[in-house]
């Protein structure tokens, strides 16, 4: 058995390995390689115009294709660029405009990682006769006592489960994550070590075909006047203000709020309490509005063990940059679920994930719902 699990020497276990041109996934390489397996880079050409367009710092760009290639050719593997434009702007990117367009939140990498890399790029790998697709994300699969398992990484502060909760447990199957029990601190002295081209190489942080986050000029640009104006007003349907287009907000936004039509002394800060895509409204309201204490999710995927009736203790994140939180999760049907808080929570943003933990073990997750049951602060 080999460090990969796999019942071959290495030199006969061919891996495929995801190569974005970042330092994460070129070290994957570097590190499989130097254990003598048999390693295919490959890298996804998702926006071939973007390097024309000026567009730095976001991965699946022009530059960080040539990236991938030149650390290629430094470790002597073979590397392919596949083009998977068409692909990712019918999966990923029209499926995130028409979300923000319904007033939903949508996390576009936990789709990508989905329907692209862990969906049509894991057919390509086997197609290639590979044993396994390696990544450079910072999860950790291991084996458990009924089967496979996903873990947080070791390195909490660059832990990526959140994006990764709708890994089948076929595509798990097939996949290897090495930096899972790295930090990125270790990564970077690899990348030294193996004296990689892009060793000193800043990490993308924005969503790729959203550079500076500026989620409503991706949808101006595909749907040229779908974004419409409309009203900002209370939770008692008065007008307070106007916006530009709902795809400005998100449930439990604070600021850029274009208020101006408040009465008397009432100065109470105001949040983003719905989004209204058929009236094209902006709902807001006081913070205590926004409480809730259940949290409904739809299209589950689960890599846990069976959920008995009474439900299950768990911790969730209800969105990427949030802690951990604790609630009791019960399953609905064969798709469904809702999460029971014992405390309210803020700001759940429909579109958002909702993904459940025990310990560090990622149990699997679903999209946030809305629901519109609410609760009062101690409610």
Request: aromatic share 8%; proline share 4%; with cysteine.
């Amino acid at each position: 058995m080999n460090t990969l699990g796999i019942d071959k020497a290495p030199e006969k276990t061919r891996v495929v390995v995801a190569m974005s041109g970042g330092v994460d996934s070129s070290v994957t390489a570097a590190l499989l390689k130097s254990e003598g397996y048999d390693v295919i880079g490959v890298t996804l050409q998702l926006r071939p115009g973007a390097a024309a367009q000026g567009e730095e710092g976001v991965c699946c760009a022009g530059q960080d294709i040539y990236d991938a290639q030149r650390v290629a050719d430094s470790l002597g593997i073979t590397h392919y660029v596949l083009d998977f434009e068409k692909k990712f702007s019918k999966k990923v990117v029209e499926e995130f405009v028409e979300s923000y367009l319904r007033g939903k939140t949508p996390v576009p990498c936990v789709l990508c990682n989905q329907d692209v890399k862990f969906g049509d790029l894991i057919v390509t790998a086997r197609d290639m006769g590979a044993d396994a697709l390696a990544t450079g994300h910072y999860v950790r699969r291991a084996e458990g006592p009924l089967g496979l398992e996903l873990h947080r990484a070791v390195d909490d502060t660059r832990d990526q489960s959140y994006f990764l909760f709708a890994t089948t447990k076929d595509q798990l199957s097939f996949l290897r994550f090495p930096l899972g029990d790295k930090t990125k601190k270790e990564t970077r002295a690899l990348a030294k070590h193996f004296k990689l081209s892009i060793a000193e190489k800043e990490d993308s942080q924005d969503v790729c075909f959203a550079p500076n986050g500026d989620y409503a000029k991706v949808v101006s640009k595909l749907r040229p006047g779908a974004i419409e104006t409309g009203e900002i007003v209370d939770l008692q349907g008065n007008v307070l203000g106007r916006h530009e287009g709902i795809v400005h907000f998100t449930v439990g936004q604070r600021r850029g709020l274009n208020v101006h039509n408040r009465e008397g002394d009432d100065n109470e800060p105001l949040y983003v309490i719905r989004l209204d895509a058929e009236r094209q409204r902006v709902i807001v309201g006081p913070r205590e509005a926004l409480a809730q204490k259940e949290v409904h999710l739809h299209h589950i995927n689960w890599l846990g063990d069976v959920v008995p009736e009474e439900g299950i203790e768990v911790t969730v994140r209800l969105r990427s940059t949030q802690p951990l939180t604790s609630g009791r999760f019960f399953r609905t049907g064969s798709s469904g679920a809702y999460i029971f808080f014992p405390e309210p929570i803020y700001g759940v943003a429909p579109g958002q994930a909702g993904v459940v933990y025990q310990g560090s073990r990622l149990l699997g997750g679903g999209w946030i719902e809305e629901h519109h049951e609410k609760v009062g602060v101690g409610g």
